[in-house]
């Protein structure tokens, strides 16, 4: 009695699930999550559309990969460990290699993370896939944007700009590893740990650089001065600062625990890079190696 | 530096909050809950496709309406209380009249339901409308699909059929009943208290009574069979039986204990029917009048 798009929640039902802490999962009118006591539970909700977010020509696999990694780096912004996803795909047809393809992006991730599809809907419709994840936190812990002091310095977690590139030579195809950070960005959970204890406030760069530090400078009623010869570049200035996709964090760090945390990264094969200064002075700053000081006015996200 | 989708986030942002449990709320990388100790959490998410779910040209308040009930009844299922719940909304163009005549509906729905828009994504391209609903429950008390034992009444919660009437004939529009049930759904949150106390399993009627007693049954690993003459029909049997989108409850309920859930009932001033019996052999039936039995085969939902 099912129609197939039914069936198609019966297929995602085979992915692993890691968790003993699903009480309730797929194939019911809702999940049942077991929340550890003293946890708080974190939720962020992304939607990719098909000529907006992907290409309609890209591998169902990596777009599948996209989709979680998206919001995957949403938790991770917020030091929050991800458990739980819900899956609400919208098909236009139902094509089993291409569901295949996906399913199989879906299970690589999940179990690179150990994160549990717990739910979802599928319908018909204009391609586009929402994902809702959810993750825990220890009570009162979770890492806002709004936590940034004047004299924090300002990290990010690696190269800034590889994706962007990746979108500007879409169709010339000879730039690898940019295309793979864009068809595969890795979120930064392993940095958690790090941001629980070092960090006072975290965005992940989604939109750009300029765009989401002037976010956590605007919500933190703060500003900064970025230092241009430490930003780790993987081409341009232009593209580290205002690209987006990388899915990279920046956060915070009062500026006494800076060689702490560093070490610790180190002691773990890690490397965060200090990039700058939080300033009580709003608005954002860049400054060369001559010591140049001009404002540097945040781009926001173009989709392609 | 916010482009128009990300204006219309904090839009939402002056929505009702009427609850105190939201830690972090819309405009950081993901939403921080508080969950009680001693509840499990519940979550599911529903996607409205425009054209497949509703027609483009309802009032975006109905949209909205119809989007969080949908999400609201599956909950109300589970016998969890709603809570919170995030918008995932892809518009095709920013029309402000629309948006307000949305966020009517929402605010229309989260004060009376006493829920929270805690986070979202706002993306452009083909409109569709992806809710997902969080609620809470006592530490394994979430009802399943699957707790129906032979010899349990089944209850429903309310007349069947309006909907699909209202759907059957959209053109002409004289069942302005049928179109209020069809458009403005009512969860049935309020039989929650019940549900924890009386019920062995419970599923909310989305594709019509066959088909969703069918889900509760295959569950549960049991059949059932239904009286005829006990239906609560809006207009037909044959729309009673098989119509969706009525998003009343369909539970089970030990014999034993039906008097005293009648009684209970009352005493508010509510009322669900017995329709029939949980029996061990699997498969649906109807029993007429007449005591003649005949083999029920659950219909598929139909979108419009």
Request: aromatic share 6%; glycine share 8%; proline share 5%.
């Amino acid at each position: 009695m099912m129609n197939e798009f039914e069936l198609i929640q019966n297929y995602f039902k085979s992915l692993p699930t890691p968790r003993g802490d699903v009480v309730i999962g797929i194939g019911d009118d809702a999940a049942c999550l077991r929340v550890p006591q003293g946890c708080s539970v974190l939720v962020s909700t992304d939607t990719l559309v098909s000529g907006v977010h992907f290409l309609p020509t890209w591998n169902a696999y990596d777009i599948a990969y996209r989709a979680l990694m998206v919001n995957l780096s949403d938790l991770a912004a917020m030091a929050a460990e991800p458990c739980w996803f819900l899956l609400a795909l919208t098909l236009p047809t139902v094509d089993e290699a291409w569901l295949e393809s996906f399913a199989l992006g879906m299970s690589d991730v999940i179990q690179s993370f150990g994160i549990a599809l717990v739910g979802g809907d599928t319908t018909q419709g204009p391609l586009s896939i929402t994902i809702t994840m959810m993750g825990l936190a220890p009570v009162d812990k979770a890492l806002k944007r709004s936590g940034a002091q004047p004299g924090d310095e300002i990290f990010v977690s690696g190269e800034l700009g590889a994706a962007a590139l990746a979108v500007e030579t879409l169709n010339e195809n000879n730039h690898p590893m940019a295309m793979e950070k864009l068809l595969h960005p890795k979120a930064r959970v392993d940095l958690i740990p790090y941001l629980r204890q070092y960090a006072t406030s975290a965005i992940d760069i989604s939109d750009g650089l300029s765009a989401d530090l002037n976010h956590l400078c605007v919500a933190s009623n703060v500003g900064a001065c970025l230092m241009q010869d430490q930003i780790p570049l993987h081409a341009s200035l232009e593209l580290a600062l205002h690209g987006g996709d990388d899915y990279e964090l920046c956060f915070t760090v009062p500026a006494e625990k800076k060689k702490q945390l560093t070490k610790d990264l180190k002691q773990k094969g890690l490397k965060c890079y200090p990039i700058g200064v939080i300033e009580e002075e709003k608005g954002l700053r860049i400054e060369d190696a001559d010591g140049n000081r001009q404002t540097l006015i945040p781009k926001g996200y173009r989709h392609f």
